[in-house]
């Protein structure tokens, strides 16, 4: 766990690269849920769920993506979907974590 937005990401980053990642990217940063009311004024949301949603199919050596954070699982995976689907192409949701 990081304290800060910048440690989050650069612990994010080494992660992806000691698994072997070679276009490794961080994408979308949250976090915790620590207090229902805490906010500390950092602009590193508390909306304790992530999702990735990919598209079914390659378009030109890309995969059309769409990720998103919020409160409950199902609202993460829904707006990850709608980010994904904008490209027009049918998605399904790939990873989730809620913390």
């Given at each position: 766990?990081?304290?800060k ?48 949603a ?46």
């Amino acid at each position: 766990g990081a304290d800060k937005r910048q440690e989050a990401k650069d612990i994010a980053q080494k992660y992806c690269e000691n698994a072997g990642g070679k276009a490794c990217n961080v994408v979308t940063v949250f976090r915790n849920h620590r207090h229902w009311n805490d906010d500390d004024e950092t602009g590193f949301p508390y909306k304790h769920c992530g999702a990735l949603a990919v598209a079914d199919k390659e378009e030109n050596r890309f995969t059309p993506w769409g990720v998103n954070s919020a409160e409950t699982r199902r609202e993460a995976e829904d707006l990850a979907l709608q980010a994904c689907e904008a490209t027009g192409e049918k998605c399904k949701i790939r990873e989730w974590v809620c913390t």
